[in-house]
């Protein structure tokens, strides 16, 4: 199974930015696929998840302004990010896993991870 990530760059706080991650190797539609994010000298933290027919999940901190959506037919997930702040500055990594719900926030139930897309948010 590989995922390959896209889609970071550099944006203003207040803009938009939109991540992509394409999975391969394996029937996607039976994963759950999150993206995580580390920030320098900080913990890789969980972002958002999206879990076949199961409602997303999302980081307090990012709710409200990003969203993630699926395409099971292209084996796709994206997080589209608004309102984005400096303090999303981060790598963002798109995982996936077959993990049960309880253990959705958590990257060390994730078998299968991206590359990481580099996010950086100026001020």
């Known amino acids: 199974v590989q995922l390959q990530a896209s889609g970071g760059g550099l944006v203003q706080a207040g803009g938009s930015l939109r991540l992509s991650c394409t999975f391969s190797g394996r029937t996607f539609n039976s994963y759950t696929g999150s993206w995580f994010r580390q920030a320098p000298g900080k913990e890789r933290e969980f972002v958002a998840a999206t879990r076949r027919g199961g409602v997303p999940l999302y980081a307090d901190s990012v709710k409200g302004r990003f969203t993630i959506s699926r395409d099971n037919a292209k084996n796709t997930i994206s997080l589209h990010m608004n309102s984005l702040k400096p303090e999303d500055t981060a790598v963002y990594y798109c995982?996936?896993?077959?993990?049960?719900?309880?253990?959705?926030?958590?990257?060390?139930?994730?078998?299968?991870w991206g590359q990481g897309t580099l996010v950086t948010v100026s001020s």
């Open positions: 995982a996936a896993s077959q993990v049960v719900l309880s253990g959705t926030r958590d990257a060390a139930n994730y078998n299968y």
